[in-house]
Each structure stands twice: as C-alpha cells, then as structure tokens.
C-alpha cells in the first residue's frame, strides 16, 4: 500500500504530553519536517527551554542539550561555537524567552550568534499554571492578573520579533502562525529559512510562532485557535520582520 503521511524521521517514537489543541506538538511536527527534508536531523542539536515544552529533549531525534531557565541561547552559542557545522536551535516559550531569559535571547542577537530560535508565544506562562508572561495581551486573564491585564500596571506586550529585528546580528526574523493550513504551510516555510540561513552562516535566525494555550485560556481547542486569530493577530501581526537577504539587494 502506498504510504501518503508519516511521521518524521526527526520525531522520536514517544508520545507527545501536550494538553488536546496545544501547538507545540503541530510546531515539533513542522522543525522535525525541515530538519529531515534539509537533511540536518544527523547534525542537529536542539536546546529545550523550561515551560510545557522542557520534555521536547524526548521528542526530537537529533541531540539535544536542557538548559535552565530562559538560557538556551547561552547554551546554544556555546555548542554553535564549538561545532561550527551543526545545526542548532533553540526552542523556547514566551515565559522562558521574553521573561526569564530576555537578556540571553537580545545578546546572543545582538552578537549574531548563528543558531536558530524557534519561539513560542501562547500569551501566557503555560506550564505553571497560567501566569501573565510579557506577552499577555491587555485585557487577557491570567491567573496573576485576575481582572485582565492592565496596561497601566503592568504596561503592553513585549513584540519580540520587532525587537529583535532591529539588532545587526539578526539575520531572518519571522512571524507566524499555527491557526490554519495555509498558515502552517507559511510557518514551515519561515522555519526552514531560518535553518537554511543559519547553515549559510548568515547570523541570527529567529521565528516566532503564535501558539495556542487552551488549558490556560480555559477555551476548547477550536475556540482557542479563533481566539488567537481575533485577538492575538490584531496585536502581533503576521510576516517576515527582518531577512537580511533582502537588505543584501538594496
Ligand atoms: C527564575 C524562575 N522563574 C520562574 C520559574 C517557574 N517556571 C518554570 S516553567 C515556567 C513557565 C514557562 O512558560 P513558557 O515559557 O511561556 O512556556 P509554556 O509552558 O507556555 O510552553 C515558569 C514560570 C522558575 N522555575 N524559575
Ligand atoms: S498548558 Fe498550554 S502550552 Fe502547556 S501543554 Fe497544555 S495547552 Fe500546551
């Protein structure tokens, strides 16, 4: 019988814990297809951060390294550095990355530090129950923001990929989404640029996807994609922020 879907080579046999409607197994599923269709899988070596996703070190058949809170990017200069041929990524949360670890992911940009970044932004801190992270929206619950956030207390979201794309050593800054086919299909896109610069040494590679947290938004799966379409959009719009190809031409 003709097989038409598979699982990824760069996916282990082991099954996935995320809660039903998470995106970080869809987003898992989309690196290990570009690893494997860039024929890097042999050569990757991947950085799992804390949150929801610190088990990804179970998931991902390439080597991977568990870096404490918020310092993957540390840990993925350090082997980039060291094993100049690999391809190595980070695969972080919006609380691990924007929060606890800001200082990291902004250096290791700054200093054009030719790993990948793969960002999760879901809006909240998932693994711990819910906390308001960097980039909760204003209004949007948290279990530390009861009444919603509140811009004059805690001041607006934190847009990462705009941040970041200001520095000189980013070199492809993206972001996307995992809501709908034609935006997985842009998001797969995004993320194998990002590998292929890296491997071109061009600098820092960063994409951003947008996430859906059902169990901490106490939405069902399908209320929480179109939450994140009418709410999460509006506020961290869609599209490459930086490609320094495109700078290259000019
Ligand atoms: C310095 C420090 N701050 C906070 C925590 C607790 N902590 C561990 S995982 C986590 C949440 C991470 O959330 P996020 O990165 O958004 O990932 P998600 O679970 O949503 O995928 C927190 C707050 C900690 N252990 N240490
Ligand atoms: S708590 Fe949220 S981010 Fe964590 S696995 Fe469940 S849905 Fe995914």
Redo the contacts with the bound molecule.
């Keep these: 019988m003709a097989i038409i879907y598979e699982k990824s080579k760069a996916l282990t046999d082991k099954e996935l814990h995320y809660c039903p409607g998470c995106s970080?197994g869809i987003v898992h599923k989309l690196v290990a297809e570009v690893l494997e269709e860039l024929n890097l899988t042999e050569k990757a070596v991947g950085i799992s951060?804390?949150?929801?996703?610190?088990f990804a070190y179970d998931y991902f058949a390439c080597d991977m390294q568990e870096a404490s809170?918020?310092r993957a990017p540390a840990v993925a200069t350090g082997i980039k550095r060291v094993l100049p041929e690999a391809a190595v990524f980070t695969y972080?949360?919006?609380?691990?990355?924007a929060?606890?670890g800001m200082a990291e992911i902004v250096h290791a940009a700054a200093r054009g530090e030719k790993f990948t970044t793969i960002f999760?932004n879901?809006a909240?801190?998932?693994?711990?129950g819910g906390?308001m992270?960097p980039t909760t929206l204003v209004g949007q619950k948290a279990t530390t923001a009861p009444l919603g956030r509140d811009k004059a207390h805690c001041g607006s979201p934190i847009r990462m990929s705009e941040m970041l794309g200001t520095l000189d050593g980013a070199a492809y800054v993206a972001r996307v989404a995992v809501d709908n086919i034609p935006n997985l299909n842009k998001a797969k896109k995004a993320i194998k640029t990002a590998f292929e610069l890296q491997m071109q040494n061009a600098g820092f590679t960063f994409v951003e996807v947008l996430a859906a947290?059902p169990t901490?938004w106490g939405k069902t799966p399908l209320e929480a994609v179109k939450w994140l379409e009418e709410n999460m959009i509006p506020v961290y719009p869609l599209g490459v922020v930086k490609d320094i190809r495109e700078v290259a031409v000019v």
Aim: aromatic share 4%.
């Design positions: 970080h951060p804390v949150g929801c996703s610190v809170h918020g972080q949360g919006d609380g691990d990355l929060s606890i999760i879901n909240i801190y998932g693994m711990t906390q992270a947290c901490n």
